[in-house]
């Protein structure tokens, strides 16, 4: 890459901080010793996040056989990966200063897609599920950074995608020195998150990952283009549905040789999921 990530955020400035919970839990996922009565006082901190991943955690999208009560009984009986997909789900509404129609439209559009990987990778064998879903989470992370920090010229960026001026990727040269691609990769490389994340946010429209090379990444930013696609044919996230976009068309569809009925399936679970796990997530 020709450009450096540490120019791309010192070019940002106001970066949305991670809740100083979300970021001990995941220090503490990497520490063997960490126990799950340790890692559930350190959620407990934060009382509005520990209420939203139980919520969460008790959504029909985690399919509980019984309901669960407790941050410790959740992390016993969810595991510790997803427990980081739930922080860091519980975590991404208090990335913004405000959380007004722009902002709901950029959240149901990273949890959809979070959704939608999860669901495309529990179908594969060679993509893991909680990857995808954080994959998904963050896939346009550098939207709600852009955002965050410089609200009214990414509204005014955003208001010339809706007039028709045209696309995002065409237009956001205009508005931002770097694309929210590159902003969003950049983001996640300060916050230490895994090159696979990193590469998946950075290419998860280009695609332009070397198959030889990287070829787990490349599967992984794959299932996210997928699935953004799909959201947005459902309409998530967007002003209104786009049901003509063919997805089967689309870069990750290709290459991850999805058929068209396939895609068709996938889709309608994704609504029905998103639908009916909507409000846990929003909590």
């Known amino acids: 890459m020709s450009t450096d ?27 063997p010793n960490a126990s799950a009565g340790r890692l559930a006082r350190t959620i407990a ?14 959504s029909s999208f985690y399919s509980m056989k019984r309901q669960v009560r407790t941050l410790e009984s959740a992390i016993v009986v969810m595991g510790e990966k997803t427990l980081r997909s739930l922080v860091l ?4 509404k208090g990335m913004n200063k405000s959380f007004g129609l722009l902002e709901k439209m950029l959240w149901e559009d990273s949890i959809g897609c979070a959704i939608g990987a999860r669901i495309l990778a ?14 998904g989470l963050f896939r346009h992370l550098g939207k709600v950074v852009l955002n965050y920090s ?8 955003m208001q010339a995608v809706y007039n028709g001026e045209g696309s995002l990727l065409d237009l956001e040269g205009i508005y931002f020195p770097y694309s929210h691609a590159l902003v969003g990769a950049a983001v996640l490389n300060k916050w230490n998150f895994s090159d696979g994340l990193i590469q998946s946010a950075l290419h998860h ?8 090379e990287e070829p787990a990444i490349l599967q ?25 976009l063919d ?11 999805f058929s068209s009925r396939y895609l068709e399936e996938i889709e309608h679970e994704i609504g029905r999921t998103f639908s009916e796990n909507r409000g846990y997530f929003l909590g």
């Open 5 to 31: 990530f540490q120019t791309v955020v010192n070019s940002v400035g106001d970066l949305p901080p991670m809740p100083a919970v979300a970021v001990k839990v995941i220090e503490l996922l990497q520490d």
């Open 45 to 58: 901190h934060d009382p509005a996040l520990s209420a939203r991943v139980l919520k969460i955690a008790n």
């Open 89 to 92: 789900a519980a975590s991404l």
């Open 122 to 135: 529990q179908r594969m064998e060679k993509v893991d599920t909680e990857e995808a879903f954080v994959a």
């Open 150 to 157: 410089h609200p009214q010229e990414f509204q005014s960026l």
């Open 205 to 212: 429209a280009d695609l332009d990952i070397d198959a030889e």
């Open 220 to 244: 992984l930013a794959a299932v996210v283009n997928v699935a953004g696609c799909l959201c947005q044919r459902l309409g998530i996230g967007q002003r209104e549905p786009a049901p003509h």
């Open 247 to 257: 997805v089967a068309e689309s870069k990750g569809a290709l290459i991850l040789e």
